[in-house]
């Protein structure tokens, strides 16, 4: 059998241990197996992993790189809203996409080819950020699927028209709804709102929920309810979730098997709240994460995320998910193989099952979105950082990255 190109000896991110040769033909997996025969160019890989990308499940393309605009001072939840408020009134739509642009390049190069973005709408910004994202979205596809999460940053219960703006979204191509009840004059009436609207347009829902560490009371429970009273389940993630982190283990495990009970994942982003969370303290500052390594064990799926990149909620960012990966491991205390390969896979598999991604997976038939780390397990790519040597989207190769070359004496 002939092949536009075979890619030999690489280990699966899907068991770290099976050895295989990968044939593609016609931007799919023709043919994975060991020592595969055929004709064709071939690239050689020693052993090293492969996946099929990683999955950001949570990122605003539409407020990034705008640190030079705004003030970070204090570095509390409230200044960033209110700066990132200011700074959104002079976005254009090519500065948006100027800036999404940047960081989509960037994701490339680190190895990512599916992303969800949430994107602001409201009466101030209208729909300049869709559009821009919309616009993104075409222009690149040759390396990423993106979908949009349209979503109320600055409420919608007290915010009048943003609701009507929401829906033209929804009618133009977003693919699903977000929500933001922590903003919202009427947290409560704002996640029934939302579900309402999910419903009428057949989207998942993927809400900004309980940036806080007061575990007194918390909206998880109510989102619980709603996504089980609407037949929900699996189509609803929340993301922060950090009240999660300051919960007794009772009360954690209790939380924790409603989430698992109704369906509704977790999505942990821990740049943004390493950084914003705990700014009340002046000693025995808590990490203000959730541990979503404890979700897991107890049934629900989770994902890691890079949320904001170079802005006041999170001043840092390269778009690298395996950094995430890391970083989690690093704030949650994992240091067991086992652990650091979960970290892995809630920026690769679990993140595809958050996103319901149909054609995630490097099987015979599936699609050949390939990328090569310099790493030999998922462990290991974790520990060290693992960089992304190159990648195929749909068979296309859509990055090179060659490691890097010493030239000792
Ligand atoms: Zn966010």
Redesign the pocket.
């Known amino acids: 059998m002939a092949f536009d190109l075979i890619l030999r000896d690489l280990r699966l991110a899907s068991d770290d241990a099976t050895r295989v040769d990968i044939g593609l033909k016609d931007g799919r997996i023709a043919a994975l197996m060991p020592e595969l025969k055929g004709d064709g160019p071939a690239l050689v890989f020693g052993g090293r992993l492969a996946l099929p990308g990683f999955v950001e499940t949570?990122?605003?393309l539409d407020k990034a790189c705008i640190l030079d605009r705004c003030a970070c001072r204090k570095g509390t939840l409230e200044e960033a809203i209110a700066e990132v408020a200011a700074a959104k009134r002079a976005f254009t739509e090519a500065d948006i996409e100027a800036r999404a642009a940047s960081v989509l390049d960037r994701a490339i190069a680190q190895g990512t080819s599916h992303i969800r973005t949430?994107v602001e709408v409201d009466p101030r910004i209208g729909l300049k950020s869709f559009d821009a994202v919309m616009r993104l979205r075409r222009a690149y596809a040759w390396a990423l699927d993106i979908e949009i999460c349209v979503f109320p940053?600055e409420g919608l219960l007290n915010d009048p028209g943003t609701e009507a703006l929401l829906r033209q979204a929804l009618h133009q191509g977003a693919d699903l709804i977000?929500g933001?009840p922590y903003t919202d004059s009427d947290p409560l009436g704002q996640i029934e709102r939302i579900f309402s609207i999910a419903r009428e347009y057949d989207v998942d829902i993927d809400f900004?929920l309980d940036f806080d560490l007061d575990a007194s009371r918390n909206t998880i429970e109510e989102v619980c309810r709603q996504t089980e009273g609407h037949g929900w389940g699996g189509r609803v993630a929340i993301?922060?979730a950090t009240k999660l982190s300051a919960m007794p283990a009772a009360q954690f495990d209790r939380m924790a098997q409603l989430l698992a009970d109704a369906g509704v994942a977790v999505t942990v982003?821990p740049a943004?709240d390493l950084f914003l969370m705990g700014r009340g303290q002046d000693h025995n500052v808590p990490r203000g994460v959730a541990p979503a390594h404890r979700l897991l064990r107890q049934g629900v799926n989770c994902s890691l995320?890079t949320?904001?990149m170079l802005n006041p909620?999170t001043p840092f960012g390269d778009a690298s998910l395996v950094r995430m990966a890391n970083l989690f491991a690093n704030a949650a205390q994992l240091g067991r193989p086992e652990d650091m390969a979960d970290c892995f896979d809630m920026v690769s598999s679990r993140s595809a099952r958050l996103l319901n991604l149909s054609d995630y997976g490097i099987q015979p038939g599936g699609a050949a979105d390939i990328v090569v780390l310099d790493s030999t397990s998922r462990a290991q790519a974790v520990a060290e950082l693992a960089q992304p040597l190159l990648g195929f989207k749909r068979g296309r190769q859509s990055f090179a990255r060659p490691a890097p070359e010493l030239f000792k004496p």
């Open positions: 949570h990122i605003h949430h940053q977000g933001c900004h993301g922060h982003l943004t995320s949320n904001n909620f």
